[in-house]
């Protein structure tokens, strides 16, 4: 079946280190989105990509970066820079054209 | 500015009531709106979408929005609400003429369900 697939569900990072977060995708999606989820915020937009090899900055795009070398895949790096990163990711897709978004079932990033 | 706002941050229904959520949206150009359902620890899931045509739009799980224009809302309701349908429920709009561009999300309202 096609879908997004995230990994690891759950992820610790200490102080100081940079860490990847996977998104893959197996639906030919054009566009590719990270979000963040912190309780009571709602979803905020880090980086979102329209094509291969090209993404904009969302919201809250300070302390992370994104790669889109291939269609299927849009990793998220948190880096030492993001100061409090412990938080809920979610990656989505959606094909050009109307329609909603399919996410992943999240990766829970904590600082340790 | 372009929002989505849910004013409520939590609704406790008793089980089989009817249930209403809230959502009220700021957004230039045509909008494109949705609800999305998520359960704790998991990723979000489409209930329904709106973007031309009838107003009242119905989709999984017994759930129907109703779009109003001259109100900026986009509400959705249930007839009779289930203890599985106990989650947080998010309202989001984009852009209906721009495929790709990112949609704004509101903050969620959990529902809680009550024997």
């Known amino acids: 079946d096609g879908g997004i697939t995230q990994s690891p569900k759950y992820l610790f990072r200490k102080e100081g280190q940079n860490v990847t977060l996977s998104c893959e995708q197996n639906?030919?999606?054009?566009?590719m989105y990270w979000y963040r989820q912190d309780p009571g915020q709602g979803l905020r937009l880090i980086y979102y990509?329209?094509?291969?090899?090209?993404?904009q900055k969302g919201d809250i795009a300070e302390g992370y970066s994104v790669s889109r070398e291939k269609k299927e895949s849009f990793p998220l790096t948190v880096t030492s820079a993001q100061k409090n990163p412990t938080a809920f990711y979610l990656c989505a897709s959606t094909p050009q054209g109307p329609g909603g978004y399919t996410f992943g079932s999240g990766t829970r990033l904590t600082v340790v | 500015a372009q929002s989505v706002t849910q004013p409520d941050i939590h609704i406790t229904v008793s089980e089989g009531a009817s249930l209403e959520l809230r959502c009220n949206y700021s957004?230039?150009?045509?909008?494109?709106l949705f609800w999305y359902v998520q359960s704790p620890g998991q990723g979000l899931q489409l209930l329904l979408k709106?973007?031309?045509?009838?107003?009242l739009v119905q989709g999984i799980k017994g759930f129907e929005a109703e779009f109003k224009r001259s109100q900026s809302s986009f509400n959705l309701r249930k007839p009779s609400v289930h203890w599985s349908d106990a989650a947080e429920y998010f309202c989001?709009?984009?852009?209906?003429?721009?495929?790709?561009?990112?949609?704004?999300f509101g903050k969620g309202t959990t529902l809680s369900v009550s024997s």
């Open positions: 989001a709009v984009g852009p209906l003429n721009q495929a790709g561009t990112a949609l704004i």
């Open positions: 709106y973007f031309s045509g009838d107003t």
């Open positions: 639906l030919n999606h054009d566009a």
């Open positions: 957004y230039g150009a045509t909008p494109y």
């Open positions: 990509s329209q094509i291969v090899n090209d993404f």
